[in-house]
């Protein structure tokens, strides 16, 4: 079991709370629910860094800012999926309504672990561990998570293809 060390977009953000820079460099949409960081607001002071019980804060030192995920803006506007979700080669990440994707789970007969340890309301769902037998997936007998997740490509050299 494992919990992800990624932003749990809560519903009430200790980070948020913690920030003591007036405007708030740190928002939540109240539309979107996307917690982000606004870092030309930010002083880098890591108060909200050390407020977030998740660890899902970081700390850009040659900006000066904070940095979290923000469910990638610039693909959402395209009504892409953020980039996460879209390149997890064993589908482990899903992303969407939260009620849609609730719905779906409870149609495959999966089940919710709850991870709200810290009474923040996060809005990332965690369902449980589907196990394999047979070289099949159990669990959600239901679902399309039954064919064989694709190997992630390996890159030998990063710059040969375009990454840096």
Same mark, same amino acid.
């Given at each position: *079991? !494992?919990?992800?060390?990624?932003?749990?977009?809560?519903?009430?953000? /200790?980070?948020?709370?913690?920030?003591?820079?007036?405007? +708030?460099?740190?928002?939540? *949409?109240? *539309?979107?629910?996307?917690?982000?960081?606004?870092?030309?607001?930010?002083?880098?002071?890591?108060?909200?860094?050390?407020?977030?019980?998740?660890? %899902?804060?970081?700390? @850009? /030192?040659?900006?000066?800012?904070?940095?979290?995920? @923000?469910?990638?803006?610039?693909?959402?506007?395209?009504?892409?999926?953020?980039?996460?979700?879209?390149?997890?080669?064993?589908?482990?990440?899903?992303?969407? $309504?939260? #009620?849609?994707?609730? $719905? +779906? %789970?409870? #149609?495959?007969?999966?089940?919710?672990? @709850?991870? @709200?340890? !810290?009474?923040?309301?996060?809005?990332?769902?965690?369902?449980?561990?589907?196990?394999?037998?047979?070289?099949?997936?159990?669990? /959600?007998?239901?679902?399309?998570?039954?064919? $064989?997740?694709?190997?992630?490509? !390996?890159? *030998?050299?990063? /710059?040969?293809?375009?990454? !840096?």
């Amino acid at each position: *079991d !494992f919990l992800t060390l990624t932003c749990q977009h809560c519903e009430r953000p /200790a980070c948020l709370r913690a920030c003591p820079v007036h405007p +708030k460099a740190i928002t939540k *949409d109240p *539309d979107t629910g996307v917690v982000e960081v606004h870092e030309e607001l930010c002083t880098g002071c890591g108060e909200c860094v050390m407020a977030c019980p998740y660890s %899902a804060m970081g700390y @850009d /030192a040659q900006g000066h800012h904070s940095v979290k995920c @923000d469910l990638c803006p610039e693909r959402r506007e395209k009504e892409l999926e953020p980039a996460c979700a879209e390149i997890c080669p064993g589908y482990a990440i899903s992303f969407g $309504e939260r #009620e849609t994707l609730l $719905e +779906k %789970a409870e #149609e495959e007969g999966r089940h919710l672990r @709850d991870h @709200d340890h !810290f009474l923040l309301k996060p809005q990332t769902i965690y369902l449980e561990k589907i196990g394999r037998e047979n070289g099949r997936l159990n669990g /959600a007998e239901n679902s399309s998570l039954h064919e $064989e997740p694709k190997r992630p490509r !390996f890159v *030998d050299s990063p /710059a040969a293809n375009g990454v !840096f």
